[in-house]
């Protein structure tokens, strides 16, 4: 096969390298070479020869002679066999085509042989482009070798950028894509695993440690990662803080041990800037059976979409993709299309639970909890949406018109006599955005509502994501008069001396651990009842007052209250209802308060 042309690809060649030939001039050794050719040869800047059309060199220039100064003791000599002494330094069969392709010029003529070779076998090493040309009837051939190591380096570089991440030399998106392609289409029918890891809450650390050391934590991981992941694997980095994980051969089983392991690999806190930080990580998998079918693409959004389900099942998990989940995923970005419409069209809707004193059993607030009124689907659970909305940057915008609506509700309820603390939910991205002080501010100064009427209520794991900006804003709202509210406590697995040191006036202990203290279960039922109490203790002692949440039967509420809870709230005691409907609840219920006491 003749030797592709132009083709950093081709097949190698070594310089033939030969002995000192002494001085700088070109060398002759046939007689009847007219001086100008040796002049002209002496002229290219690159090592060049003439050859004999047997193969002979004639003639050397100086950048030949130069160069060989350098190489001593090769075979090559002028008057010497020019293929022999290539093929002494190689011998392979593209050094051969490249020397056939030699021989046919010389002896037929035809378009000049122009080739890039590199100088030892394989890529690496340096590189020469060499090009023959015939210079007359007898078929002699000048051949110049110019060096081209540099530029061919330039290019490889270059093509290594675009498929290698600058931060952790792994391999990016671009190539990553190559990668499971190429092994989605080898033979053998082997099952291929993706596994997309995003790392939870890097935003917050990286945002409050600076971004030196969020790229050292970065590549600290990728570090672990390539240690906990097996040599068959190719760990490669997206971007920001998603890495994916090929797995080759990998089917269901085997995909869930390698993300087993590699949730190992955040085991150990990280050391950075002289702190320590707690990392974990949320993983989707996506399998392929090994039939072929599928491409990178579609195997790396499908493992991004169940790293999607792992995050919203609160971190730290790991989830295996289903196609439900890609009918999610729809439904979502239809979601995500109209609620921006709905918001500023008023389908939005607030519903309010109330909450009960649980001593005097009074209610003294209600909780505001968005719905949709969707025009075709009906009214919609905030589950719908809220995290569509956090995820499409649009949350801002939704809360902006909750507090406003609320305000004005509760400003009604005022007017009529009925003073009633009203809480507002708010979004993680609500904080990290900075705008709550001001957006709550607005809301009250639009409706005329005192401050003390309205509580902030943010969850235990949003505050987890960046506790010093909520501890900074929440002390902001409380100095204004707002109450603060911790929500959902007992739900996650935040640091406890985070969530306690928070300025907040309330804590809400999750459903979860208030649906166990009546259980049938005795065992269930008290260690239930003493997590209950130990939080309602912690409560106390930070001088905090607790809400007990999804109070759903009497007994529950007889004993949240026996276990000293401030309030609670739940189905028992009532729904979340309309705001209109309201105030007539709470005037039936004192009806029935004032036949039978309780
Ligand atoms: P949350 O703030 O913990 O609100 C309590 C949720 O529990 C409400 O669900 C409520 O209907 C439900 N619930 C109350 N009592 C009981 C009970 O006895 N049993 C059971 N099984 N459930 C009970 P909902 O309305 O679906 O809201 C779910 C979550 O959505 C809320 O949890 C809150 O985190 C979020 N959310 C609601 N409204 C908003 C909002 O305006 N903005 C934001 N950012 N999030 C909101
Ligand atoms: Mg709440
Ligand atoms: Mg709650």
Avoid at 4 to 27: E, F, I, K, T
Avoid at 316 to 338: D, H, I, K, T, Y
Avoid at 424 to 446: C, M, R
């Amino acid at each position: 096969m003749f030797p592709s042309l132009c083709c950093v690809s081709s097949p190698a060649v070594h310089l033939p390298d030969g002995p000192r030939l002494g001085g700088h001039r070109s060398q002759r050794v046939v007689p009847d070479v007219a001086p100008a050719v040796g002049a002209v040869l002496d002229a290219l800047p690159a090592p060049a020869v003439l050859l004999d059309a047997d193969g002979t060199i004639v003639l050397v220039n100086a950048a030949w002679t130069e160069q060989l100064r350098h190489r001593p003791g090769l075979p090559v000599s002028v008057g010497g066999d020019y293929t022999e002494a290539v093929l002494a330094v190689r011998d392979d069969p593209d050094v051969r085509d490249l020397l056939a392709a030699l021989g046919e010029l010389s002896s037929r003529g035809g378009p000049m042989v122009s080739v890039d070779v590199p100088l030892a076998p394989g890529q690496a090493g340096r590189w020469v482009h060499v090009q023959a040309t015939r210079v007359d009837d007898a078929g002699r051939l000048v051949v110049t070798h110019t060096d081209i190591t540099a530029r061919v380096e330039a290019v490889r570089g270059a093509a290594r950028a675009s498929r290698y991440d600058d931060l952790t030399e792994l391999p990016n998106r671009v190539h990553l894509q190559e990668l499971i392609d190429d092994e989605l289409a080898a033979p053998g029918g082997l099952p291929v695993a993706v596994l997309f890891l995003d790392v939870d809450g890097f935003k917050a650390v990286n945002d409050s440690l600076g971004h030196d050391a969020g790229d050292e934590l970065i590549r600290e991981v990728a570090l672990r990662l390539a240690a906990h992941t097996r040599t068959e694997d190719t760990v490669g980095r997206l971007g920001g803080d998603e890495f994916v994980v090929l797995g080759r051969g990998c089917d269901e089983a085997d995909a869930a041990a390698l993300a087993l392991r590699c949730q190992g690999a955040f085991a150990e806190p990280f050391a950075v800037d002289g702190q320590t930080v707690p990392l974990t990580v949320s993983i989707g998998i996506a399998v392929t059976d090994g039939s072929g079918d599928g491409r990178a693409g579609d195997l790396v959004r499908d493992a991004d979409l169940a790293m999607y389900a792992a995050k919203s099942a609160g971190r730290n998990a790991v989830r295996l993709f289903s196609p439900e989940l890609r009918v999610a995923a729809q439904r979502r970005l239809w979601v995500a299309g109209e609620l921006r419409e709905a918001i500023a069209t008023d389908q939005l809707v607030v519903h309010y639970q109330p909450l009960m004193h649980l001593r005097t059993r009074a209610v003294t607030g209600v909780e505001a909890l968005v719905r949709w009124q969707h025009p075709t689907r009906g009214l919609l659970p905030p589950g719908d949406f809220v995290p569509v909305a956090e995820a499409n940057g649009l949350v801002d915008e939704l809360t902006r018109w909750v507090l406003g609506t609320v305000a004005r509700d509760a400003a009604a309820w005022d007017a009529m006599g009925l003073p009633l603390t009203a809480a507002v939910n708010i979004s993680a991205t609500h904080i990290g955005s900075g705008t709550l002080v001001a957006d709550v501010t607005a809301a009250l100064t639009a409706s005329g509502l005192r401050p003390e009427r309205l509580v902030v209520e943010l969850t235990e794991t949003s505050v987890a994501e960046d506790p010093e900006r909520a501890a900074a804003q929440f002390a902001e709202l409380r100095v204004s008069g707002i109450e603060v509210s911790i929500d959902d406590f007992g739900s996650g697995f935040s640091c406890l001396g985070q969530i306690v040191s928070m300025p907040a006036g309330i804590l809400k202990i999750d459903r979860s651990l208030v649906a166990g203290v009546a259980a049938a279960d005795h065992k269930e039922a008290s260690q239930s009842a003493a997590a209950v109490e130990t939080v309602v203790g912690l409560a106390r002692a930070c001088g905090m007052r607790s809400v007990a949440e999804g109070i759903e039967t009497e007994a529950q509420l007889a004993l949240v209250a026996a276990l000293g809870c401030t309030y609670g709230q739940g189905f028992h005691i009532a729904r979340p209802m309309p705001a209109e409907d309201l105030p007539r609840w709470l005037g039936s219920r004192s009806r029935r308060r004032a036949v039978v006491p309780g």
